[in-house]
């Protein structure tokens, strides 16, 4: 059964500095994973989707990198900024299915 | 395309109580989701539709809880009778789903449910 465990579960940052968000999957056979944001009383919103075949990709600030074989996902935010405050999840989906399984989210606090 | 939308945003109901959310997925989308959300538990699936066929629903708490999609444009997630431990944030989402790995989720904005 696949689990998504995201670390560390809280963050708070001075603005301006740069992090790194972590989420591990204990299944490598996924199809994809996908990186979202939600903020307090929201839905979520997607940053960033990574293919199978892809080891990262990019936009703007954020960097998620993708190691299928150690389970690892990483989300690098440079230069945070107050707006960035939110709580962000990761997601896979297994290959065979089209389930997304979550984590249980980082909530980061830029200050 | 306007998105993923969920209706009622906001739903309070008594114990007891039949409770149904609706959802409107993205245009051309194939596959739709249901999952609930609280502090204890994250989110949950609860419920995978792709092509308007029901595909897995083992993530169903319980009989109270049921959903149908009779279009590609409309689905319902209905609780009855509805208990306070049900209280959550139900979202939905859609894809479109294909044989390949670039299959990316949009949510809604979720439906706010209290049982009171």
């Known amino acids: 059964k696949q689990e998504v465990t995201q670390i560390p579960a809280a963050l708070s940052v001075p603005e301006g500095e740069n992090l790194v968000l972590n989420c591990s999957f204990t299944d490598s056979a996924i199809y994809n994973l996908q990186w979202f944001r939600q903020d307090p009383g929201k839905g979520l919103t997607s940053l960033l989707l990574i293919q199978s075949s892809q080891r990262e990709q990019t936009s703007g600030r954020l960097n998620a990198s993708l190691d299928k074989s150690s389970g690892r996902s990483t989300l690098y935010i440079a230069a945070s900024q107050p707006g960035d405050s939110a709580t962000y999840l990761c997601a896979v989906v297994n290959s065979g299915t089209y389930k997304y399984i979550f984590g249980t989210g980082t909530r980061l606090k830029v200050l | 395309d306007a998105g993923v939308i969920q209706s009622p945003r906001h739903e309070v109901t008594e114990m007891g109580q039949e409770v149904t959310l609706r959802c409107k997925p993205i245009?051309?989308?194939?596959?739709l989701f249901w999952y609930r959300q609280t502090m204890m538990r994250g989110l949950e699936l609860l419920i995978y539709f792709n092509n308007n066929v029901p595909i897995d629903d083992s993530g169903m708490p319980e009989d109270r809880f049921s959903a149908k999609m009779p279009n590609a444009s409309f689905s319902t997630l209905k609780i009855q009778p509805s208990e306070p431990r049900d209280s959550a944030v139900y979202f939905c989402a859609s894809s479109l789903a294909s044989w390949d790995d670039n299959t990316e989720a949009f949510f809604g904005q979720g439906t706010r449910l209290t049982v009171v």
């Open positions: 245009s051309g989308h194939n596959s």
